[in-house]
């Protein structure tokens, strides 16, 4: 099923983490009640805001505009065979926003991580964004692709990057 004809939600204020981890259904909650992105290596998430889960991925969210949003990491409470394909938009209470970036430590320190598919629309990859990811093979660099952000792919020892995005500064 396509990312886009999917409504993520967000989850109220008043749930705790111990309800959150109960949830079957994925919906968004607030980042300042739950510190912790919930995926492989529980990645910190620094900024204030919203995340909002994937209801046909185990793909985590952040709004960053009005229109564009930024993958932040995987939900660890489904399953996930090493194969990860970015859509290329989301839709957030009803609207659409891109998915412009992979953010910092997205994926660090993902073992199980195999393959990657970008979408056309990210134009920026974070810092630390699949370190230590110790059997990521391939990822699909697609050409709109700007910034690399440092130790993007740190310790990715199974990864070629065989064609870079000319777009890359």
């Known amino acids: 099923e396509e990312e886009s004809s999917s409504n993520l939600e967000p989850i109220e204020d008043e749930l705790d983490v111990e309800e959150l981890e109960k949830l079957t259904t994925v919906k968004g909650i607030r980042k300042e009640r739950f510190p912790y992105c919930s995926g ?10 919203h995340l909002y889960v994937s209801p046909t991925s185990n793909l985590v969210f952040e709004p960053i505009t009005n229109t564009e949003a930024r993958l932040v990491c ?54 630390h ?3 230590f990811c110790l059997n ?17 792919f740190f310790q ?4 070629r990057l065989e064609v870079l995005p000319v777009n890359l500064r």
Do not use: K, M
């Open 74 to 127: 995987l939900d660890e409470e489904r399953e996930f065979d090493g194969n990860i394909v970015v859509p290329e938009e989301v839709l957030i209470d009803g609207e659409p926003y891109s998915v412009t970036s992979i953010g910092d430590r997205a994926f660090y320190d993902c073992e199980n991580l195999e393959n990657v598919t970008l979408p056309a629309s990210i134009t920026r990859i974070g810092r």
């Open 136 to 152: 990521l093979q391939f990822v699909g660099l697609p050409e709109n692709l700007e910034i690399i952000d440092d130790w993007a």
């Open 156 to 159: 990715c020892f199974n990864l």
């Open 129 to 131: 964004a699949f370190a």
């Open 40 to 49: 492989y290596g529980r990645r910190l998430v620094h900024d204030l805001g």
